[in-house]
Protein backbone atom coordinates (compact mmCIF):
# COMPACT_ATOMS: atom_id res chain seq x y z
CA UNK A 1 0.00 0.00 0.00
CA UNK A 2 3.21 2.35 0.80
CA UNK A 3 4.38 1.61 -2.57
CA UNK A 4 1.09 2.58 -4.05
CA UNK A 5 1.08 5.87 -2.34
CA UNK A 6 4.14 6.69 -3.12
CA UNK A 7 3.88 5.91 -6.98
CA UNK A 8 0.55 7.94 -6.97
CA UNK A 9 2.71 11.01 -5.12
CA UNK A 10 5.00 10.52 -8.20
CA UNK A 11 2.37 10.87 -10.34
CA UNK A 12 1.01 13.96 -8.83
CA UNK A 13 4.18 15.71 -9.21
CA UNK A 14 4.87 15.12 -12.26
CA UNK A 15 1.37 16.15 -13.23
CA UNK A 16 2.51 19.57 -10.99
CA UNK A 17 5.48 20.28 -12.62
CA UNK A 18 3.54 19.58 -16.08
CA UNK A 19 0.59 22.37 -14.86
CA UNK A 20 3.63 24.43 -13.71
CA UNK A 21 5.12 24.62 -17.20
CA UNK A 22 2.24 25.07 -19.00
CA UNK A 23 1.54 28.25 -16.47
CA UNK A 24 4.49 29.98 -16.20
CA UNK A 25 7.34 28.74 -18.56
CA UNK A 26 5.56 27.67 -21.66
CA UNK A 27 4.52 31.42 -22.18
CA UNK A 28 8.38 32.70 -22.09
CA UNK A 29 9.42 29.53 -25.03
CA UNK A 30 9.54 31.49 -27.47
CA UNK A 31 12.96 33.30 -26.04
CA UNK A 32 14.31 30.83 -23.70
CA UNK A 33 17.19 28.83 -24.41
CA UNK A 34 17.55 25.32 -23.25
CA UNK A 35 19.52 26.31 -20.33
CA UNK A 36 16.77 28.81 -19.45
CA UNK A 37 14.49 26.45 -19.76
CA UNK A 38 15.77 23.70 -17.80
CA UNK A 39 16.52 26.73 -15.00
CA UNK A 40 12.73 27.54 -14.77
CA UNK A 41 12.21 23.53 -14.44
CA UNK A 42 14.00 22.92 -12.00
CA UNK A 43 12.57 26.39 -9.83
CA UNK A 44 9.28 24.31 -10.75
CA UNK A 45 10.14 21.21 -9.68
CA UNK A 46 11.32 22.91 -6.50
CA UNK A 47 7.64 24.31 -5.77
CA UNK A 48 5.68 21.35 -6.62
CA UNK A 49 7.50 19.64 -4.62
CA UNK A 50 7.62 21.59 -1.51
CA UNK A 51 3.56 22.16 -2.14
CA UNK A 52 2.70 18.33 -2.62
CA UNK A 53 5.14 16.80 -0.29
CA UNK A 54 4.30 19.38 2.97
CA UNK A 55 0.76 17.73 3.43
CA UNK A 56 2.31 14.37 3.83
CA UNK A 57 5.58 15.52 6.17
CA UNK A 58 3.28 17.66 8.51
CA UNK A 59 1.19 14.94 9.42
CA UNK A 60 4.00 12.91 9.38
CA UNK A 61 3.38 9.83 7.34
CA UNK A 62 6.26 7.80 7.75
CA UNK A 63 5.95 6.25 3.57
CA UNK A 64 6.76 9.89 3.08
CA UNK A 65 10.07 10.80 3.66
CA UNK A 66 13.37 8.60 2.95
CA UNK A 67 13.82 7.82 6.96
CA UNK A 68 11.79 8.25 9.99
CA UNK A 69 11.63 11.76 11.43
CA UNK A 70 10.57 12.71 14.84
CA UNK A 71 7.44 14.07 14.24
CA UNK A 72 8.39 17.39 15.08
CA UNK A 73 11.16 17.63 12.61
CA UNK A 74 8.49 16.45 9.78
CA UNK A 75 6.05 19.40 10.69
CA UNK A 76 9.44 21.52 10.52
CA UNK A 77 10.20 19.94 7.11
CA UNK A 78 6.52 20.66 6.04
CA UNK A 79 7.55 24.44 6.36
CA UNK A 80 10.47 24.26 4.85
CA UNK A 81 8.32 22.96 1.88
CA UNK A 82 5.73 25.33 2.10
CA UNK A 83 8.11 28.56 2.68
CA UNK A 84 10.30 27.18 -0.91
CA UNK A 85 6.88 27.02 -2.80
CA UNK A 86 5.92 30.57 -1.98
CA UNK A 87 9.49 31.91 -3.53
CA UNK A 88 9.42 29.83 -6.26
CA UNK A 89 6.26 30.74 -7.46
CA UNK A 90 7.29 34.45 -6.89
CA UNK A 91 9.95 33.70 -8.99
CA UNK A 92 8.49 31.66 -11.66
CA UNK A 93 5.74 34.56 -12.02
CA UNK A 94 8.55 37.15 -12.54
CA UNK A 95 11.87 35.23 -13.36
CA UNK A 96 14.42 38.19 -13.25
CA UNK A 97 17.92 37.70 -12.60
CA UNK A 98 17.96 38.22 -8.71
CA UNK A 99 14.56 36.04 -7.68
CA UNK A 100 16.20 33.04 -10.09
CA UNK A 101 19.77 33.36 -8.34
CA UNK A 102 18.31 33.73 -5.10
CA UNK A 103 16.60 30.56 -5.38
CA UNK A 104 19.82 28.86 -6.52
CA UNK A 105 21.11 29.93 -3.49
CA UNK A 106 18.87 28.61 -0.91
CA UNK A 107 18.24 25.47 -2.97
CA UNK A 108 22.02 24.83 -2.98
CA UNK A 109 22.99 25.84 0.87
CA UNK A 110 20.12 23.81 1.50
CA UNK A 111 20.85 20.41 -0.70
CA UNK A 112 24.31 20.31 -0.77
CA UNK A 113 25.16 20.10 2.61
CA UNK A 114 22.53 17.79 3.29
CA UNK A 115 23.67 15.16 0.78
CA UNK A 116 27.12 15.52 0.87
CA UNK A 117 26.35 14.54 5.12
CA UNK A 118 24.10 11.63 3.82
CA UNK A 119 26.69 10.16 1.49
CA UNK A 120 29.74 10.57 4.30
CA UNK A 121 28.09 9.21 7.68
CA UNK A 122 24.38 9.10 7.40
CA UNK A 123 23.93 6.10 4.80
CA UNK A 124 22.81 3.81 7.59
CA UNK A 125 19.37 5.80 7.87
CA UNK A 126 18.19 4.68 4.67
CA UNK A 127 16.79 1.45 3.97
CA UNK A 128 17.97 0.25 0.57
CA UNK A 129 15.01 -2.12 0.08
CA UNK A 130 12.21 0.43 -0.11
CA UNK A 131 11.70 2.11 -3.19
CA UNK A 132 11.41 6.14 -1.61
CA UNK A 133 15.18 5.71 -0.52
CA UNK A 134 15.71 5.78 -4.67
CA UNK A 135 13.34 8.30 -5.33
CA UNK A 136 14.77 10.79 -2.33
CA UNK A 137 18.46 10.47 -4.19
CA UNK A 138 17.20 10.12 -7.47
CA UNK A 139 15.76 13.71 -6.75
CA UNK A 140 17.72 15.39 -4.09
CA UNK A 141 21.27 14.46 -6.38
CA UNK A 142 20.38 15.83 -9.84
CA UNK A 143 18.70 18.77 -8.05
CA UNK A 144 21.95 19.76 -6.20
CA UNK A 145 24.08 19.17 -9.36
CA UNK A 146 21.92 21.32 -11.31
CA UNK A 147 21.28 24.01 -8.46
CA UNK A 148 25.43 24.00 -8.18
CA UNK A 149 25.30 24.10 -11.98
CA UNK A 150 23.10 27.20 -12.90
CA UNK A 151 24.78 29.26 -10.03
CA UNK A 152 27.66 29.42 -11.47
CA UNK A 153 26.17 29.37 -15.35
CA UNK A 154 23.10 31.72 -14.87
CA UNK A 155 21.43 32.25 -18.15
CA UNK A 156 19.02 35.04 -18.39
CA UNK A 157 15.57 34.74 -18.67
CA UNK A 158 14.20 37.75 -18.69
CA UNK A 159 15.69 41.47 -18.18
CA UNK A 160 14.02 44.33 -15.26
CA UNK A 161 16.76 46.29 -14.79
CA UNK A 162 14.68 48.66 -12.57
CA UNK A 163 12.70 45.63 -10.22
CA UNK A 164 16.82 44.26 -9.72
CA UNK A 165 18.11 47.30 -8.80
CA UNK A 166 16.10 49.58 -6.56
CA UNK A 167 17.27 49.29 -3.00
CA UNK A 168 15.34 48.22 0.16
CA UNK A 169 14.90 50.44 3.08
CA UNK A 170 17.73 50.06 5.76
CA UNK A 171 15.66 48.51 8.36
CA UNK A 172 14.61 46.33 6.46
CA UNK A 173 18.53 45.21 5.52
CA UNK A 174 18.85 45.85 9.08
CA UNK A 175 16.23 43.01 9.70
CA UNK A 176 17.63 40.27 7.10
CA UNK A 177 21.06 40.64 9.00
CA UNK A 178 19.60 40.02 12.20
CA UNK A 179 17.32 37.06 11.06
CA UNK A 180 20.81 35.66 8.98
CA UNK A 181 22.62 36.32 12.41
CA UNK A 182 20.08 34.42 14.32
CA UNK A 183 20.01 31.66 11.81
CA UNK A 184 23.49 31.08 11.12
CA UNK A 185 24.06 30.28 14.97
CA UNK A 186 21.10 28.21 15.64
CA UNK A 187 21.73 26.37 12.28
CA UNK A 188 25.20 25.68 12.62
CA UNK A 189 24.34 24.71 16.33
CA UNK A 190 21.97 21.74 14.94
CA UNK A 191 23.96 20.67 11.53
CA UNK A 192 27.50 20.56 13.83
CA UNK A 193 25.53 18.35 16.90
CA UNK A 194 22.40 16.56 17.52
CA UNK A 195 23.05 17.09 21.80
CA UNK A 196 23.86 20.22 23.10
CA UNK A 197 23.85 21.94 26.23
CA UNK A 198 20.26 22.80 26.19
CA UNK A 199 17.24 21.06 25.10
CA UNK A 200 15.68 24.11 24.13
CA UNK A 201 17.93 24.52 20.85
CA UNK A 202 18.71 20.42 20.45
CA UNK A 203 15.88 19.27 19.97
CA UNK A 204 16.75 15.44 18.46
CA UNK A 205 19.24 14.01 20.95
CA UNK A 206 20.50 10.83 19.37
CA UNK A 207 19.20 11.98 15.89
CA UNK A 208 22.39 13.94 14.27
CA UNK A 209 20.63 13.61 10.57
CA UNK A 210 17.12 15.26 11.63
CA UNK A 211 19.28 17.56 13.58
CA UNK A 212 20.89 18.69 10.48
CA UNK A 213 17.36 18.53 7.86
CA UNK A 214 16.59 21.33 10.62
CA UNK A 215 19.60 22.96 10.78
CA UNK A 216 20.32 23.59 6.94
CA UNK A 217 16.94 25.26 6.35
CA UNK A 218 18.30 27.94 9.02
CA UNK A 219 21.62 28.02 6.82
CA UNK A 220 19.11 28.28 3.95
CA UNK A 221 17.57 31.53 5.75
CA UNK A 222 20.94 32.69 6.61
CA UNK A 223 22.76 32.58 2.84
CA UNK A 224 19.26 33.75 1.36
CA UNK A 225 18.60 37.00 3.89
CA UNK A 226 22.42 38.15 3.00
CA UNK A 227 22.49 38.19 -0.32
CA UNK A 228 18.87 39.18 -0.79
CA UNK A 229 18.92 42.34 1.74
CA UNK A 230 20.55 44.86 -0.43
CA UNK A 231 17.77 44.86 -2.96
CA UNK A 232 13.84 45.67 -2.54
CA UNK A 233 12.16 42.95 -4.93
CA UNK A 234 14.74 40.03 -3.99
CA UNK A 235 14.41 41.77 -0.11
CA UNK A 236 10.61 40.91 -0.11
CA UNK A 237 10.83 37.41 -1.49
CA UNK A 238 12.55 36.66 1.07
CA UNK A 239 10.30 38.56 3.74
CA UNK A 240 7.60 35.92 2.44
CA UNK A 241 10.30 33.29 3.14
CA UNK A 242 10.99 34.18 6.34
CA UNK A 243 7.15 34.85 6.67
CA UNK A 244 5.90 31.19 5.85
CA UNK A 245 8.92 29.10 7.43
CA UNK A 246 9.17 31.30 10.68
CA UNK A 247 5.05 31.44 11.13
CA UNK A 248 5.27 27.15 10.48
CA UNK A 249 7.79 26.56 12.83
CA UNK A 250 5.54 28.30 15.53
CA UNK A 251 3.15 26.35 14.77
CA UNK A 252 5.25 23.21 14.63
CA UNK A 253 6.06 23.69 18.08
CA UNK A 254 3.05 24.67 19.24
CA UNK A 255 1.21 21.98 17.62
CA UNK A 256 2.46 19.72 20.45
CA UNK A 257 -0.06 20.78 22.59
CA UNK A 258 -2.60 19.15 20.57
CA UNK A 259 -0.83 15.49 22.06
CA UNK A 260 -0.23 16.39 25.53
CA UNK A 261 3.82 17.34 24.72
CA UNK A 262 5.29 19.71 26.52
CA UNK A 263 6.03 22.66 23.11
CA UNK A 264 9.32 23.97 22.41
CA UNK A 265 9.43 27.11 24.16
CA UNK A 266 12.37 28.46 22.54
CA UNK A 267 11.40 27.99 18.90
CA UNK A 268 8.04 29.08 19.53
CA UNK A 269 9.52 32.49 21.21
CA UNK A 270 12.29 33.47 18.69
CA UNK A 271 10.65 32.74 15.64
CA UNK A 272 6.61 33.70 16.82
CA UNK A 273 9.06 37.50 17.33
CA UNK A 274 10.14 36.63 13.96
CA UNK A 275 7.16 35.85 11.98
CA UNK A 276 5.75 39.21 13.34
CA UNK A 277 8.23 41.61 12.28
CA UNK A 278 8.79 40.13 9.08
CA UNK A 279 4.99 40.41 8.40
CA UNK A 280 4.90 43.96 9.22
CA UNK A 281 7.55 44.98 7.36
CA UNK A 282 6.45 42.69 4.41
CA UNK A 283 2.97 44.73 4.79
CA UNK A 284 5.34 47.73 4.69
CA UNK A 285 7.27 47.48 1.98
CA UNK A 286 6.70 48.96 -1.45
CA UNK A 287 6.89 46.84 -4.73
CA UNK A 288 9.35 48.05 -7.16
CA UNK A 289 6.53 48.47 -9.89
CA UNK A 290 4.90 50.93 -7.24
CA UNK A 291 7.65 52.74 -6.73
CA UNK A 292 8.12 53.28 -10.96
CA UNK A 293 4.87 54.32 -11.09
CA UNK A 294 5.09 56.32 -8.57
CA UNK A 295 8.24 58.41 -10.20
CA UNK A 296 6.74 58.68 -13.59
CA UNK A 297 3.73 60.31 -12.01
Excluded at 16 to 22: K, L, Q, R, T
Excluded at 155 to 166: G, S, V
Excluded at 207 to 225: E, F, K, N, Y
Amino acid sequence: MAVLVQFGGLLLLIGGIGFGYWQWIRPHNATLTAAGRGLLLLVDATMMGGLLGSPFWWSDQVWSFSWDLPPLASRMLAAAGVSFFAVSLMALRRPVYRRLRLILILLTVYLAPLVIAIVLFHRDRFDFSAPITYGFFAIALPMTIAAIWYLLRQPLIITDEKRDTFPSTTVIQVWLWVVATITALWGLALFITDSGPSALIWAWPGDLLSSRLIGVMLLTITAGSLYSARMADSARMMLVMVVVYSLGLTLAALWNLLFGLPIKTLYTAVFGVIFIVSTVLLMTVKQPNQVMVRSTM
